[in-house]
């Protein structure tokens, strides 16, 4: 399993921004993460390629949206109401193949994407 990450940027406070996440291969659970500066990487948001409601982070929840494409194996992260706090490297990642329960714990994530830079300034 690859995955590709895009979409990060510079934002002030406030903004949005849309992350997108390509994968190839049969991994069903994409989940989102992100390492702040000088902290752990913490859980964002996951969802299953194959269907059922997406699980987040109790920073994420209702701001962040996570979305499927099951036909481009695609999955997006639409942030909005941005911080500076969320400011991060954020890593799309996937369960191993087979697996079809959600997880928050990045121990359950096999495949990892490269990281895409968000800075979000006040």
């Known amino acids: 399993v690859q995955l590709q990450a895009s979409g990060g940027g510079d934002v002030q406070a406030g903004g949005s921004m849309r992350l997108s996440c390509a994968a190839t291969g049969s991994s069903s659970i994409i989940g989102w993460f992100r390492r702040a500066p000088g902290k752990e990487r913490e859980f964002v948001a996951a969802?299953?390629?194959?269907?059922?409601?997406?699980i987040y982070s109790d920073s994420a929840r209702g701001r962040f949206t996570i979305s499927r494409d099951s036909a481009k194996n695609t999955v997006s992260l639409q942030m909005n109401s941005l911080q500076p706090e969320d400011t991060a490297v954020y890593y799309c990642a996937a369960r191993p193949v087979r697996v079809t329960v959600l997880s928050r714990s990045s121990s359950g994530y096999k495949f990892w994407g490269q990281g895409t830079q968000v800075t979000v300034s006040s």
């Open positions: 969802t299953s390629l194959i269907g059922g409601n997406p």
